[in-house]
């Protein structure tokens, strides 16, 4: 298990862009898969995109597929989810999590061990 943390969440306009990252202190974060996950009080967890541990496989969601990428940087010991043309639906609590299994995180029922607090993305029209 690590202990994650995130930033890069905030308020942006219909079309803009922003780079959400996800990092841990623990050296053992760079054999974790990593995948993002969404939700919205209206919504049960949405599976968002996912990467192995050393990046060579990613998986996206029909719905963020050609806007956003998912990236891992080992030597930084952190994760992110660059996205962009942002809509108002993307507005959502978004959350990463991490885990040693690849098929725990690329799912849209995880089974991840570690999960970050979340952070808030607002897409205003």
């Known amino acids: 298990q690590v202990h994650l943390v995130h930033s890069g969440g905030g308020l942006v306009q219909s079309g803009g862009s922003l780079r959400l990252s996800c990092a841990a202190s623990?050296?053992?974060?760079?054999?974790?898969?990593v995948g993002w996950f969404r939700q919205t009080p209206e919504k049960e967890r949405e599976f968002v995109a996912a990467?192995?541990?050393?990046?060579?496989?990613?998986n996206y969601a029909d719905s963020v597929k050609g806007r956003f990428t998912i990236s891992k940087d080992n030597s930084a010991n952190a994760a992110y989810l660059q996205m962009r043309r942002l809509k108002p639906e993307d507005t959502a609590v978004y959350y990463c999590a991490a885990d040693p299994s690849y098929a725990n995180v690329a799912t849209t029922t995880p089974r991840a061990t570690s999960w970050g607090q979340g952070t808030q993305v607002t897409v205003s029209s």
């Open positions: 990467i192995s541990w050393k990046g060579g496989n990613t």
């Open positions: 623990e050296p053992s974060f760079r054999t974790f898969a």
